[in-house]
T-cell receptor, first 112, second 113 residues
Framework: DGGITQSPKYLFRKEGQNVTLSCEQN?????MYWYRQDPGQGLRLIYY???????QKGDIAEGYSVSREKKESFPLTVTSAQKNPTAFYLC???????????FGQGTRLTVV | RKEVEQDPGPFNVPEGATVAFNCTYS??????FFWYRQDCRKEPKLLMS???SGNEDGRFTAQLNRASQYISLLIRDSKLSDSATYLC??????????????FGQGTILTVHP
């Protein structure tokens, strides 16, 4: 079945450590997105990519980095520069036509 | 000013009630519009797209007013299972064909017996 997969579902890290969140899709979508959601808040865009080897900063890119070496994969690294990394991270993908975006199940990151 | 704004609620309504959510967007380059539903601690899922002529899907009706940069969602005959957070989503064109999906902060709906 086609879909978008995020792993792991839950992640715990110590403060000061970098951590990489995985996002893989087999929907043949060109566009991929990373969002962050805090309790009681909407989704805020971190980074997005419309084509392999190219990506753009979203509204809250500071302290994060991404890569897009393959169409299927768009990993997000939360660096130690991110001041408040504990959040729910969601990855999404969609086609060029601007219709439905499909989301992964999310990764809950807790930094202690 | 946020690019997409919603009334966060919460809205608490009895079963069978009609409830309306509003959303405004600030960027006139916005090309396409959606309502997503998010259940507690889950990922968002598309509820319906919003078309200029307005569109209906069962108990749900979506409206778009481009002149006022306003989107609405009407839920009739509310069910307990409608309890969720409703997210207004705007696709803002950013110089490419794909655009940038921008979310409102969500409106919380609780339907009680």
């Amino acid at each position: 079945d086609g879909g978008i997969t995020q792993s792991p579902k839950y992640l715990f890290r110590k403060e000061g450590q970098n951590v990489t969140l995985s996002c893989e899709q087999n929907l043949n979508h060109d566009a991929m997105y990373w969002y962050r959601q805090d309790p009681g808040q909407g989704l805020r865009l971190i980074y997005y990519s419309h084509i392999v080897n190219d990506f753009q900063k979203g509204d809250i890119a500071e302290g994060y980095s991404v890569s897009r070496e393959k169409k299927e994969s768009f990993p997000l690294t939360v660096t130690s520069a991110q001041k408040n990394p504990t959040a729910f991270y969601l990855c999404a993908s969609k086609t060029v036509s601007g219709t439905e975006a499909f989301f992964g199940q999310g990764t809950r990151l807790t930094v202690v | 000013r946020k690019e997409v704004e919603q009334d966060p609620g919460p809205f608490n309504v009895p079963e069978g009630a009609t409830v309306a959510f509003n959303c405004t967007y600030s960027n006139s380059a916005s090309q396409s519009f959606f309502w997503y539903r998010q259940d507690c601690r889950k990922e968002p899922k598309l509820l319906m797209s919003v078309y200029s002529s307005g569109n209906e899907d069962g108990r749900f009706t979506a409206q778009l007013n481009r002149a006022s940069q306003y989107i609405s969602l009407l839920i009739r005959d509310s069910k307990l299972s409608d309890s969720a957070t409703y997210l207004c989503v705007v696709n803002i064109m950013s110089g490419t064909s794909y655009g940038k999906l921008t979310f409102g902060q969500g409106t919380i709906l609780t339907v009680h017996p």
